[in-house]
């Protein structure tokens, strides 16, 4: 199955724009990966998926314009743009592994994204 | 308006058993599969089962496989995780998701905690 890579920090001022990396392993670079936020003290919320050709599919709920996703081989990006407070975060990436009647879910370890 | 809601976490001694709930609202249960996911504490998300809509597939991480049993009652709206032969390693947030081609809504969680 795959392996999510992510490095475990990043930081951005207020008003500006980031962009987190998630690292498939070798041979899965025809993968789609989830974004997912996770504010201080609260649980997971489906930001978006995305494959090499971007998106798919719809945003989360409540998720603003300012977050836009790419995929280039095995790389999957999370961009945010005009940094707000409320953005720091940790934010996870993850990959449905399964096929057909099969589930097999994996996470990266995870991004803390602290806002300057 | 769309919602999950665990329950059935606790303090429980090492070896023994808890089973967890989740009930579902606002949404038709039945049109989804469903994932169990825990966050031990300070640490990422690890995806432990998942289940198809009609039961007929479903899967485990290997860090609970032959441990742990998912399953649903569609008439209840209803996931469950029955734990059995906990381990401290199994102390936990559990949070069950909403399978929509990316785990679209999430729980509030419910906290396991194993220890003597």
């Known amino acids: 199955q795959p392996e999510l890579t992510q490095p475990p920090s990043a930081s951005a001022s207020l008003g500006a724009s980031v962009t987190l990396t998630c690292t498939l392993s070798?041979?899965?670079?025809?993968?789609?990966v989830d974004w997912y936020q996770q504010r201080p003290g609260k649980g997971p919320r489906f930001v978006m998926r995305v494959g090499t050709g971007g998106i798919v599919g719809s945003k989360g709920d409540g998720i603003p314009d300012r977050f836009s996703v790419l995929g280039s081989g095995l790389n999957r990006y999370l961009t945010i743009k005009n940094i707000q407070e409320e953005d720091e975060s940790d934010y996870y990436c993850?990959?449905?592994?399964?096929?057909?009647?099969?589930?097999?879910?994996?996470f990266g370890g995870g991004t803390k994204l602290t806002v300057l | 308006e769309v919602q999950l809601v665990e329950s059935g976490g606790g303090l429980v001694q090492p070896g023994r058993s808890l089973r967890l709930s989740c009930v579902a609202s606002g949404f038709t249960f039945d049109d989804y599969a469903m994932h169990w996911v825990r966050q031990a504490p300070g640490k990422g998300l690890e995806w432990v089962s998942g289940i198809s809509w009609n039961s007929g597939s479903i899967d485990y991480a290997d860090s609970v496989k032959g441990r742990f049993t998912i399953s649903r009652d569609n008439a209840k709206n209803s996931l469950y995780l029955q734990m059995n032969s906990l381990r401290a390693e199994d102390t936990a947030l559990y949070y069950c998701g909403r399978d929509n081609h990316g785990m679209d809504v999430w729980g509030q969680g419910t906290t396991v905690t194993v220890s003597s």
């Open positions: 993850g990959a449905d592994h399964g096929s057909g009647s099969n589930f097999v879910w994996v």
């Open positions: 070798s041979g899965y670079s025809n993968y789609k």
